[in-house]
Nanobody, 117 residues
Framework: QVQLVESGGGLVQAGGSLRLSCAASGRTNMGWFRQAPGKEREFVASIIWSGTATAYRDSVKGRFTISRDNGKNTVYLQMNSLKPEDTAVYYC??????????????WGQGTQVTVSS
């Protein structure tokens, strides 16, 4: 069982930046998902354990960067040029490599990101 703890959410104006962190209790491939009110949870970005491969949803490419520090068992999501449509609860996930919810076995509690226009 891997436990995940997110941090770093908050309120930011459009065009601003935030960095989310996810501390894991064990070794696992990691992903970020988000869920806006009334919408399904969707894939945002993922990174394999070695850090040598990443994937992003199209709408965040060029704005978000996923990275990891294996010495700290922590994954980061740097979010730049934020837009109001990025507003959601962001969840960290651990498990197999992939872009679907089914690929992940472990989930954090979520952190709110709100982007004001």
């Amino acid at each position: 069982q891997v436990q995940l703890v997110e941090s770093g959410g908050g309120l930011v104006q459009a065009g601003g930046s935030l960095r989310l962190s996810c501390a894991a209790s064990g070794r696992t491939n990691m992903g970020w998902f988000r869920q806006a009110p009334g919408k399904e949870r969707e894939f945002v970005a993922s990174i394999i354990w070695s850090g040598t491969a990443t994937a992003y949803r199209d709408s965040v490419k060029g704005r978000f960067t996923i990275s990891r520090d294996n010495g700290k068992n922590t994954v980061y999501l740097q979010m730049n040029s934020l837009k109001p449509e990025d507003t959601a609860v962001y969840y960290c996930a651990g498990g197999s490599w992939g872009t679907s919810l089914d690929a992940y076995d472990y989930w954090g509690q979520g952190t709110q990101v709100t982007v004001s226009s």
